[in-house]
């Protein structure tokens, strides 16, 4: 499953995404408790799994743009995801799914699956560029350290200095969280791991100017478009938020692979710590 | 249905988005052939009748997000929407839906509905501002020309000069159409009509540099946040694409009001014209 060598003590995304099918449309994964933050598995992860069983349903591979609404948190355990396809097209399949944990539905998703690796001569006009950052050696590693949720010991998070506020300079005091991901041992980052990618990193309303508590912010809705297969090696990621009023907070995410491809564009609505 | 003033000759955005409920979770919409393009009728007006459907089984008024995949064309006559909710939240509803024509599927939904006046004291952090435009006296009219799309009799859509490729200045080499909506004799634009603001404009690929055939742009999804209810009276829209690739194509857009308050985020992956 896996290009990089294994690392003693690290779970293996790929392992730990499997899904294995126990009827029509219907499919088993248990949830490990190795991807939570604070006894709650995380969302990108979640996501992870459900469209595994969705992709497997469509019969497609990639996930061209998948929605997550968020119902209930995830606890470790089994789950099922059961999968309907609404459309059987000749380039893509359209499918919606709810994610449950003994009949408590945890997720409910719709995706439109594809073949990002189909041949593309059309024109191509991007106008951005991906984040600066300084080297991963001169960022700061997010997690990893005893007391830090287990998931940070199973993807290496380096987050630009600026953004760490943890690290003593305090809030950068605008709603941004750059930073690199890749897994440890520089197991392969497939198409996949994108969408752990786009919820592993820290809220951005942790380097909001004030008045905001450090804590949980519940995801209510996740899109990601897939635009391209990742190159293996370090992802590059910036996170934006420049609404927060109602409760609401949306959250704006690049992932940028290595060659300097734009891989996965993500926003979520985010609810505010209370 | 509306706070303006009827206008001879224009259909009501109100009335032509009424849902009539046949059955558990049933409702019936027929689609009127005055919203459409080229026979197709338009993306966000089908999102706004299923949307109906959806927070009228929700039991709540507003879509706080709602994602839609298109699966085929809508054409004028009836359709039904098909609405089961995935979760009964104290706060919010989370809903799936399928409108379809005769059996036809024709979009595959997903929202989470709530109430955008429900009171808020939490903190409001704004780092954006709605787009610069000239006076909508100084701005282009969309449509309203003979052989030009019925809805946009319906619709009263300025374009921003620098943004009208068709008035002889050519495109402007950027994918962004900046503009003013309303509707004919300021008719209350509601919640529902800024799902409708959302896919009514040219697609910005119209402004592309190069390349770029004018044609039908096809959507493939469009995810919309509703971040509070319009004030009456002209709404602000601007829609900017940065990412052309592989064939597809985002856009991003954000609807202001009148009182300079974001109403609506808006992103959809749509298909290159071949």
Redesign the interface.
């Known amino acids: 499953m896996s290009e990089g060598q294994e690392v003693a003590g690290v779970r293996s995304f790929a392992a730990d995404t499997l899904v294995e099918q126990v009827a029509a449309g219907r499919y088993q994964a248990p949830l490990s408790p190795q991807w939570d933050i604070a006894g709650n598995a995380n969302g990108g992860f979640m996501l992870a799994i459900a469209a595994r069983a969705m992709a497997q349903e469509a019969g497609r591979p990639d996930p ?2 998948i ?1 997550a ?1 968020y ?2 948190p995830g606890r470790p355990g089994p789950t099922e995801v059961e999968v309907r396809v ?2 059987r ?1 000749k380039r ?1 399949v ?1 499918a ?1 799914a ?1 994610m449950s944990a003994v009949a408590k ?1 945890l997720l ?5 699956f594809g073949d ?1 690796t189909a041949p ?1 001569h ?7 560029a991906p984040p600066e950052l300084p080297p991963p050696e001169a960022c700061l590693r997010y997690g990893g350290q005893p007391g830090m949720p287990a998931m940070y010991d199973n993807v290496d998070l380096r987050l630009h200095p600026e953004d760490a506020w943890f690290a003593g300079g305090g809030r950068s005091g ?2 941004r969280v750059r930073g690199w991901l890749r897994f440890p041992g520089d197991a392969h980052t497939d198409v996949m791991s994108l969408l752990l990618a786009v919820d592993a990193f820290p809220p951005t309303v942790f380097n ?5 508590t450090i804590a949980w912010v519940p995801t ?2 996740l ?1 990601v ?1 897939l ?2 297969r990742p190159a293996p090696g370090w992802l590059r990621a910036i996170f934006t ?8 907070v ?1 959250e704006d995410g690049e992932i940028w692979d290595r060659t300097g491809t ?1 891989v996965a ?1 993500s ?1 979520q ?1 985010a609810l ?1 710590p209370l």
Chains 1, 2 share one sequence.
């Open positions: 061209v743009t929605t609404h119902l209930a609404a459309k097209g893509f359209v919606s709810t539905p409910q998703l719709l995706g439109t990002l593309d059309g024109p191509r006009i991007i106008d951005a605008r709603m909001a100017p004030t008045g905001l209510i809705e899109t478009h635009r391209a938020s420049r609404f927060l009023s109602g409760g609401f949306e734009l564009q926003r609505l505010l």
